[in-house]
């Protein structure tokens, strides 16, 4: 003890001891109620399973037998393919109106906290049957001067498809909530960064773009993730207009043949098929946007390297 | 090394930074009750005074992160933040104002060093977004300016993994990488552990030896003693005393700066 070598872990200085006392050969105790409880949970897990598996009510040959059937399939694809476009539109309709909310013009950020207001103030389900049913308040849309000529002008029917109506609705409702999402990240960054980047002389949009935006992400991403696993979901809602999804799709197989529960377990698997993929992929942009921050991944990995290579050789010479 | 900051534009004898009556209220409190300052072209102005004299309100108002209520500051000839146009001052648009300040550097008592870019990437960010040099260059000044504050081995570090002092050494790298005419220095070393402020004043003390205009507020006595070529002292909102800085530290003259620097011997 009262030695204070380096050679701490050789026995052949006489500092047994020390040796021994050495933290990085200490065996963790046997937890008994530990190993119980994991004995437990596995076991109430395989019972449930088994049940489950072997109750005929859920007609696993019949949800076989349909999961990669061809509508099921096209209507994972309107649905993946509508949760995507939504997305993308809201996320860019997001980030404008946060910015426009952010600033110092009072008309933009008026108009954006009107948008946001409306848009999260009203139920999805209400928006998509208002945009499928535009036809019905609007006979024509048209591009003109306010009190003056026309400049161009469609029929609203033509216009307003099962997809378009989806979409529209999907990705206005989407940008609301957005553009709160990115507002919060925006507003988590260190003041001294924007003022940096004023200082250097950088144009508003070169700044958000370099270096706000970029560690905004780190607080914007997890609650995207949220949302982008909720519209996966809130496509479901656009079979009331007749749009084939993937929850569409089933109902549409379950009217025919009555097998609701075994068609509705082909797209709960194919939903928690999704969500999963989109999980995983979450931490990796998570990680990306966390790099230079103590304790991201790439710091972590070379501390456990350079924490191994330490202890190994003094395990060695302790035996 | 003179040589190594040039001074397009400006005429000898002109001050390249120019205050005249400045104020500035925060709400109710004033802050600055008119200060007046001449700053010439290669000059080091070390700015002492108590926290809350108005030192650091002052050194931000020369690049207009803070508008001042009255008064004028001119640097390199441009009035920052304003036009004046026949007879006629106007406010610029924030845009206008970006390209004023690229011609002068700033260091943050709190580094602000980007945190998601390595110290090179830093470096280069401003050279090659703003300033439109080629990334070649850019890197090249880089590497030169990472030699001269001795980080070269830290070029791929993160922000995050370098100590106080470095932080500060690549926010300075940083800061000259724009080839500033003037470099403002806001409190560089406070946030330092005592031990790292040797290496940040040293790489300081360098820049002044090489003809750098800097206005430098601190509260280093030592680094004023050394480096400074005028010293002004500050308090509540003036400029109380400014001189040699063996003239304001050795003898100085009022009692408030007499009572400031009792507090450092």
Known sequence: ?319 | MTAQFSMNGIEPGDALVRARNVHKSFGEVEVLKGIDLDVAPGEVVVVLGPSGSGKSTFLRCINHLEAIDRGSIVVAGEQIGYSLRNGRLNKLPARAIAVQRRQIGMVFQQFNLYPHMTALQNIIEAPIGVHKQSRKAATELAMELLARVGLTHKADAYPRQLSGGQQQRIAIARALAIRPKLMLFDEPTSALDPELVGEVLATMRDLADQGLTMIVVTHEIGFAREAADRVVFMDGGYIVEQGKPEDVLGNPQHPRTRAFLSRFI
């Open chain 1, 1 to 319: 003890m009262s030695q204070n070598t380096p050679t701490l872990a050789s026995p052949a200085t006489g500092d047994a001891e020390a040796a021994l006392r050495d933290v990085a050969n200490a065996h963790k105790p046997f937890r008994t109620d530990r190993w119980l409880l994991w004995g437990i949970t596995l076991l109430v897990a395989a019972n449930f399973l088994w049940i489950i598996a072997n109750n005929q009510n859920f007609g696993w040959p019949v949800v076989f037998q349909w999961f990669t059937e061809a509508t099921v399939l096209r209507g994972l694809y309107v649905t993946l393919g509508l949760t995507v476009v939504a997305m993308a539109i809201g996320v860019v309709i997001g980030l404008i109106l946060a910015i426009a909310r952010m600033s110092n013009d009072r008309l933009a950020s008026s108009l954006a906290g009107l948008y946001i207001w409306f848009f999260r103030g009203t139920p999805l389900l209400v928006q998509l049957i208002f945009w499928y049913n535009l036809s019905t308040l609007f006979q024509e849309i048209s591009i003109a001067i306010p009190f003056g000529p026309t400049l161009a002008s469609w029929n609203t029917n033509d216009l307003i498809t099962p997809m378009t109506a989806a979409i529209a609705g999907l990705a206005l409702n989407e940008a609301a909530y957005m553009a709160e999402i990115i507002r919060g990240g925006l507003l988590s960054v260190d003041k001294g960064q924007i003022e940096t980047t004023e200082a250097f002389g950088m144009t508003r949009t070169r700044a958000l773009r370099r270096i706000i935006i970029p560690q905004a992400m780190r607080s914007i991403v997890p609650p995207t993730g949220n949302q982008l696993i909720s519209m996966i979901k809130a496509t479901s809602l656009v079979s009331v207009i007749a749009m084939a999804d993937l929850l569409y799709s089933v109902q549409a197989v379950y009217n025919r043949t009555f097998e609701v529960i075994p068609m509705l377990m082909v797209a709960v698997i194919w939903y928690l098929f999704i969500t999963s993929i989109l999980n995983i992929g979450q931490g990796f942009i998570e990680r990306y946007y966390g790099r230079g921050e103590r304790g991201s991944s790439t710091v972590r990995k070379q501390d456990k390297v350079a924490a191994a290579a330490a202890t190994v050789p003094a395990v060695e010479v302790s035996k």
